[in-house]
């Protein structure tokens, strides 16, 4: 175990010296552990000691050649193992999220209008910029497609956000709704409707 930790840490520092000056930015005390593959390094910006677990693939490539685009993950964040998380226009993620292994997190979805195209053959359809803040973890499987989430929300296991989820939320499902909210008066968390309202017991 000692000597697999060491070997990791070793193509850690590796990795990231030879890689530094391609991404926008990599902050101090980053570890990059055998990524999946990194597409768009120019467009990447790694806060400090963000973590990115193995066989992570990142991607910030512009959906248009004169498009900007970016990719942005803050201070202290962890990423799962196995994670797929691709920009064409914006997405941001906070300090100190946590994401579970295998989540999905886009700005983007193929287009499938015309029926007399296969899919891989129709343009990449933009859809809304992904915003998660601080603090919010992500469970195992979630997908975040083109939704903002918002500070310190729990999104349970396999759920997929396809609309935005404020602050403070607990939201589970396909597609993912609000089950719980955190009370700033009662200071508790306490069940809501999918619309975030607090039940009255």
């Avoid at 000056?21 to 963000?50: A, H």
């Avoid at 498009?67 to 994670?83: K, M, P, R, V, Y």
């Avoid at 700005?107 to 053959?121: A, F, K, Q, T, V």
Wanted: aromatic share 8%.
């Amino acid at each position: 175990m000692k000597i697999n930790n060491i070997t990791r840490r070793i193509y850690c520092e590796v990795y990231i010296l030879f890689n530094q000056r391609r991404f926008g930015q990599i902050g101090k005390g980053c570890r990059i552990y055998s990524p999946l593959k990194i597409s768009g390094k120019g467009n990447i910006k790694l806060g400090n000691n963000v973590i990115l677990e193995y066989n992570t693939w990142l991607a910030a490539v512009p959906n248009l050649k004169d498009s900007e685009c970016c990719l942005e993950i803050g201070d202290d964040t962890a990423i799962g193992h196995f994670n797929h998380i691709y920009a064409t226009k914006k997405i941001v993620i906070g300090k100190k999220v946590l994401t579970a292994d295998k989540v999905y997190i886009t700005d983007n979805l193929h287009g499938y209008e015309n029926i007399n195209i296969p899919i891989i053959d129709q343009s990449i359809k933009q859809i809304g910029e992904v915003i998660i803040g601080d603090g919010t973890w992500l469970g195992e499987n979630v997908c975040v497609i083109g939704a903002k989430i918002g500070k310190n929300c729990v999104i349970g296991a396999n759920s997929v956000v396809t609309h935005d989820i404020p602050g403070y939320c607990v939201a589970v499902g396909s597609p993912a709704r609000i089950i719980k909210r955190y009370n700033f008066e009662s200071n508790k968390w306490e069940k809501t409707n999918p619309d975030g309202k607090f039940l009255l017991l």
